[in-house]
C-alpha cells in the first residue's frame, strides 16, 4: 500500500530543494552565514511556470514585497484550470473577505486564445471582467497590441509580454533572447516636465533645450548607479545570481561579478506631469486641445528617440517610462510650488498628473479618454497604463465593463485597468456598492453614530 501522505511529502521535499537546498549549500560553505540564508529564503520566492509568469521584486523595510502574475494565455485543460481558479480566489477573497492585492493579477488578451468568442479562453476571458468588476483586479494586458505582438510566437511563453505590477514591462533586448522572463529593470529615474515648462517661460525652443539637458543627466546618473551595482558579486544576491533566476547567471560562479549578466537588463528614463506640462506650455491639456496633443506626442516621442538613440550607441537596453509616480508627483507638486508659487492649472493641486494621462478631474468621455491615452502607450517601451475611472457598481453591467476593456485593447493600449468603488462591511464582510445600508445584513446608518465602511480603490 502506498502511503499517500508521505508521498506527497517527498514531492513537496523535492520541489523545495530546487529552491532551498542549493542557496544554502554555497552560501554556508563560503561565508557560513545562516542568517543571510534565512532572509534569501524568507524574502525571495519566485516561479515561471509555462504560460503563467510570477514576477517578483523584494523591497527592503516593512512594505510588502511587490509582486505580479501575468495569465491567460495556457488553452490546456490543467492551464485552465489553473486561470479559472486563480480567478476563483480573487473572486472569494482573503479570510474575512477582504479584496486582495498582491499579487498584482494580469490578465493577458490575445486574439485566437482568449479575446473572441470562438476562442478557446474566451469564458476564462468573461470570468476575468467579472471579478474585476468586483475587486478591480485583475488588470488587462493586451498582447495584440502591435509592439507586443511583435514578439509574440505561439506557444511560447517567453515570448508573451508579462506586466511587472504598476506597469515596468522588459521584452526587448540587444543582448540576448528577447522575453520577460529572467530579466528585469535595473533603475529608472524620472524628469519633472512641469518645473522645464515653467522654467523655459513658455519658450519651447528653451524648453526642449532644457528638456535634453536632464535627459543626460539621467542617463549619466544610470550609468554611474550601474557602475557600482556591476562590481558586486554573485554572492551578494543569492536568489537571484546563485540561484540561476537572472538570464545567464547559471554561468556565473559564485565570486563572479555580475556586470556581464546586466546586459540583459533595461536602463529606462521617465516623465511625470504631461498635463501640467502642456498647461504651463500652451495654457491646454492634452484632454483640452488638439494642438496641446500633438505637443505632448511630440515631447514623449523626443525622449523616446534620445533612449533609442543610447541604445544603438551603447548597446544597452534604454527604455522610455511613463513612470508610476504615486508619490513623486506629490514631491514634484510641493517642490515646483514652493519654488514657483501656485500657478492655476500647474501646481494648484496637491497632485500633479501621473505620466501622460488625462487629469482624472477632466470631464471626458471614456472613448476620448482613450483615443487620446493610447499613441503614447506605444512610445513608452519600458511601461504603461491606462485607467478608465466609474463611479457606480459595475456588476450590475458586465457588458459595459467588457465594452470598456475592448475599447482600450482595441486602441493599442498594452496595459489597462478600470477603477470603481469597492465598499465592504466589516461586519458582515459583504462586498460592493454601499449607500446607507448594507444589502448583506441591512445594518443602517443611524444618529447615534457612523454608518463605517471600508472603501477601496486601486
Known amino acids: 500500500m502506498i502511503d499517500d501522505k508521505s508521498a506527497e511529502n517527498d514531492k513537496l521535499r523535492a520541489v523545495s530543494n530546487v529552491f532551498a537546498v542549493p ?16 532572509l534569501a529564503v ?3 520566492e519566485t516561479f515561471l511556470t509555462e504560460d503563467c509568469i510570477f514576477v517578483h521584486n523584494s523591497r527592503a523595510g516593512a512594505q510588502v514585497p511587490f509582486s505580479s502574475i501575468n495569465y491567460g494565455m495556457d488553452t490546456s485543460a490543467e492551464g485552465r484550470l489553473a486561470i479559472r481558479e486563480v480567478l476563483n480566489a480573487i473572486d472569494a477573497g482573503l479570510g474575512n473577505g477582504e ?73 526587448a ?59 558586486k558579486h554573485v554572492y551578494n544576491f543569492p536568489f537571484l545570481m546563485g540561484q540561476g533566476v537572472w ?25 511625470c506631469g504631461l498635463a501640467e506640462c502642456l498647461v504651463a506650455l500652451t495654457g491646454k491639456h492634452h484632454g483640452q486641445s488638439s494642438e496641446a496633443q500633438e505637443l505632448g506626442l511630440k515631447i514623449i516621442k523626443h525622449l523616446r528617440e534620445r533612449t533609442d538613440e543610447y541604445t544603438r550607441l551603447e548597446h544597452m537596453n534604454w527604455t522610455t517610462f511613463a513612470t508610476p509616480a504615486e508619490s513623486t508627483a506629490g514631491q514634484f507638486q510641493r517642490a515646483n510650488r514652493k519654488k514657483y508659487g501656485k500657478i492655476k492649472g500647474v501646481t494648484d ?5 501621473n505620466s501622460s494621462h488625462v487629469p482624472v478631474y477632466f470631464p471626458i468621455s471614456v472613448y476620448d479618454k482613450i483615443q487620446i491615452e493610447a ?55 459583504y462586498t460592493g456598492i454601499i449607500a446607507n445600508e448594507c444589502p448583506h445584513c441591512h445594518r443602517r446608518e443611524i444618529s447615534r453614530g457612523t454608518f463605517h465602511i471600508d472603501r477601496l480603490k486601486s
Open 349 to 353: 493641486r496637491d497632485y500633479m498628473t
Open 247 to 271: 538570464l545567464d547567471s547559471d554561468k556565473l560562479k559564485p565570486t563572479d561579478s555580475i556586470k556581464e549578466v546586466l546586459k540583459h537588463a533595461s536602463y529606462s528614463i521617465g516623465f
Open 375 to 429: 499613441p503614447y502607450h506605444a512610445l513608452c517601451n519600458a511601461g504603461h497604463i491606462a485607467y478608465i475611472e466609474m463611479d457606480g457598481d459595475p456588476t450590475k453591467n458586465l457588458s459595459a465593463f467588457e465594452a470598456i476593456v475592448r475599447a482600450m485593447h482595441d486602441a493599442n493600449m498594452g496595459y489597462f485597468s478600470i477603477n470603481h468603488p469597492v465598499d465592504r462591511d466589516p461586519v458582515c464582510g
Open 99 to 171: 479584496t486582495p492585492i498582491f499579487p498584482i493579477s494580469i490578465f493577458q488578451l490575445k486574439s485566437g486564445v482568449n479575446y473572441n468568442i470562438e476562442d478557446p479562453n474566451y469564458d476564462l476571458f468573461r470570468q476575468a471582467c467579472r471579478v474585476s468588476a468586483k475587486r478591480l483586479f485583475p488588470n488587462f494586458l493586451s498582447l495584440d497590441a502591435p509592439y507586443n505582438l511583435q514578439y509574440y510566437k505561439p506557444g511560447d511563453y517567453n515570448s508573451c509580454v508579462a506586466t511587472m505590477g504598476c506597469r515596468t514591462r522588459v521584452m
Open 173 to 231: 533586448n540587444v543582448n540576448g533572447p528577447e522575453q520577460s522572463g529572467s530579466r528585469g529593470n535595473f533603475a529608472f529615474v524620472t524628469i519633472n516636465l512641469p518645473k522645464l515648462a515653467i522654467e523655459s517661460g513658455g519658450s519651447l525652443d528653451e524648453f526642449f533645450r532644457l528638456y535634453d539637458k536632464y535627459i543626460t543627466i539621467c542617463h549619466d546618473y544610470l550609468l554611474f548607479r550601474l557602475k557600482i551595482i556591476e562590481a
Open 23 to 38: 542557496i544554502k549549500k554555497w552560501i554556508t560553505s563560503n561565508s557560513g552565514d545562516e542568517y543571510v540564508y534565512d
Open 42 to 44: 524568507a524574502d525571495n
